[in-house]
């Protein structure tokens, strides 16, 4: 199972904890796509562009798979395309991993399973912004209802201190959403160590006097918002079909150019019964955010410790 290192700093009160030194997560990789194809889509993009901002979320997963390989200790390397990429094309895989290791550290450390990127409430919700360009990427809905602040910073090679430096501006730009202070603002960095994919933590420790950006947006808002564009996402594919997990029906899409599966719970199906075989249950995950991931063989840690071109299909 894939392993990722951490370091965490600066964190207080109950996140104090977190500041253990160096720390790593074991996770799977349903869960990595899972983070991959939920970080932060703006709502509404499914109905305006259709299969097109689908094929948004097919590109996330993708980029896992093309550009990371789980060495035989199980921490993540870069693969001999990602190497091979020119300093656009790195810029780019970098910012994506750091989206995705932002939610997957997100629910896995805060139990936070629902982010939206900051640009999303320009467009569509009240802000009040301060002086400046300044601003985090994403905000976070813990499922007890706490608002969160994140800044991603992504980096092809070493760990960049300047950067972390910026996104700590960044993340406590934050006064208030839905006229709450965030319970924690968290700046971000994925990078590649000796080890592999790496990640790095810090709460800001000082805050600034001129923040003033706040954010009018309810938790129903919220959470349609992340939920609406997901469930559009499945609409879209014809082919939908009811599947059983640990008890409960899912509505899900096969998306087969990626070799998965993305559902979501569908209270009006039925209980699957308890004989009924499941035959992908080996690579799966169910988020907090109830958005189940389930990968085919293609996906099997056998194939994951292969380069690109030499995994079978």
Known sequence: MPRIPYLATNFSGTFAPINTGNGEVQVTWAQIVWAAITAGKAAGDEYAYGIYSALERLHRASMMRAYLLEASSGFLRRTMPYQASDPSEKTSISFYLGMTLAKLFAEVLFGVPRVLHFAI?????????????????????????????????????????????????????IISIDNLAPVCSVACQAYFSSSGLSFRMDDPAAKRNDRSRTIKISRSDFVHAYDDPIRRVIELRGANAAIGYEGRRFRGARIEEADLWIAVPDDDLSPPDKSEVDSLTTNQYLGGDQVLIRLGSTWSEANMRLQPHQRSS
């Open 121 to 173: 409430y320009a467009q569509n919700y009240q802000i009040v912004a301060g002086q400046g360009e300044s601003r985090p990427d994403l905000i976070g809905l813990s499922n007890g209802g706490d608002w969160y602040v994140f800044e991603a910073k992504g980096r092809s090679n070493g760990f960049d201190a300047q950067a972390l430096a910026t996104a700590k501006d960044q993340a406590e730009q």
